[in-house]
């Protein structure tokens, strides 16, 4: 499950970064859980935006890629193995996808 939520954050990510930007996935531990981010160079969401990006069908741009199922599947793949999932603002610009998980 872990394979397939990172597959889908940094598909999610290339798509949203400019060319010649980078996109960067980081994993720590923190205590008990472990904490995996993707983030991209993009444009980024709204706050509307954000709160929306995980109903199914929904997608940040008409016309791009996609069916708009693959955050709301990530968000049940992380919920069915006791995590949680945010999206915040990066710093600087674009998007991080943070993913917490309690650690085996």
Known sequence: RVAQVLENLISNAVEAAPDGTTVTVTA???GTH???R???EGAGLTDEQKARAFDRFWRARSGGGGSGLGLAIVQRLVGV???SIELRDAA???LE???RLPAA
């Open 38 to 40: 993707v983030r991209d």
């Open 28 to 30: 720590r531990r923190d």
């Open 92 to 94: 600087g610009r674009g």
């Open 34 to 36: 472990a904490e995996l």
């Open 97 to 99: 996808a943070v993913v």
């Open 81 to 83: 193995d006791g995590g």
